[in-house]
């Protein structure tokens, strides 16, 4: 058995990566979102934050969006409702 015959294409990618949020190790392919379509399937064209955890930043992102106060519209009064007609 030659040193050739042990190494597969495995071995000489990345598969798994950890997550920069939570910090667990995870499948690339199956748990991280592709950063650009175009960028094909390199291991550095994946996110370094998982797809759980970005799904919990951008609902997160969204109820902070949300939760802002609403100003109501109040009208400028005209002079008219001011100033009695004299």
Same mark, same amino acid.
């Given at each position: 058995?030659?040193?050739?015959?042990?190494?597969?294409?495995?071995?000489?990618?990345?598969?798994?990566?950890?997550?920069? !949020?939570?910090? $667990?190790?995870?499948?690339?392919?199956?748990?991280?979102?592709?950063?650009? $379509?175009?960028?094909?399937?390199?291991? &550095? &064209?994946?996110?370094?934050?998982?797809?759980?955890?970005? $799904?919990?930043?951008?609902?997160?992102?969204?109820?902070?969006?949300?939760?802002?106060?609403?100003?109501?519209?109040? %009208? !400028? %009064?005209?002079?008219?409702?001011?100033? %009695?007609?004299?």
């Amino acid at each position: 058995m030659s040193f050739d015959d042990e190494i597969e294409l495995e071995h000489l990618l990345f598969l798994e990566r950890k997550c920069r !949020v939570c910090g $667990k190790v995870k499948s690339i392919l199956d748990d991280f979102y592709l950063t650009r $379509k175009d960028r094909g399937t390199l291991p &550095s &064209s994946y996110s370094y934050e998982c797809k759980e955890c970005t $799904k919990k930043r951008v609902i997160k992102y969204k109820k902070k969006k949300k939760a802002r106060p609403v100003i109501p519209y109040c %009208p !400028v %009064p005209r002079i008219k409702d001011i100033y %009695p007609d004299w």
